[in-house]
């Protein structure tokens, strides 16, 4: 069995978690998988929280989707870093990573239509 975490950076500002959460449950919804958000820092639901309460619940394999427009040091360190952790203190614990949400090809186009109206 496996789940989905979308997992973003986190924010103070509540309105910030809405986007992550709405694609987790469109995610759900189309896919069938239970798919949950995570943040890296400043505001709950936290990754190590969420991998820790489904570790417990018997889930061994997680689909990590960075929700991030680029490679920055999140990306490239710390998300690496956080998932290398979690495995020396679960053991049996898997991680498929997926690219980032700005790797997509399809990036350009979605910027181009937000902006065609404008122009």
């Known amino acids: 069995m496996k789940e989905i975490i979308i997992l973003s950076h986190g924010s103070k500002n509540e309105n910030s978690n809405k986007l992550p959460l709405k694609v987790a449950r469109e995610i759900e919804k189309n896919t069938g998988i239970k798919t949950l958000i995570a943040n890296l820092q400043l505001s709950p639901p936290y990754l190590d929280e969420v991998i820790e309460e489904e570790y417990n619940r018997g889930i061994r394999n997680f ?49 181009e239509e937000q902006i065609r109206s404008f122009l």
């Open 63 to 111: 689909i990590i989707h960075p929700f991030f427009l680029h490679n920055g040091n999140h990306v490239m360190f710390d998300i690496p870093e956080y998932l290398e952790k979690l495995k020396e203190r679960f053991g049996e614990i898997n991680f498929i990573v997926t690219e980032i949400t700005g790797n997509h090809p399809m990036i350009s186009k979605i910027v």
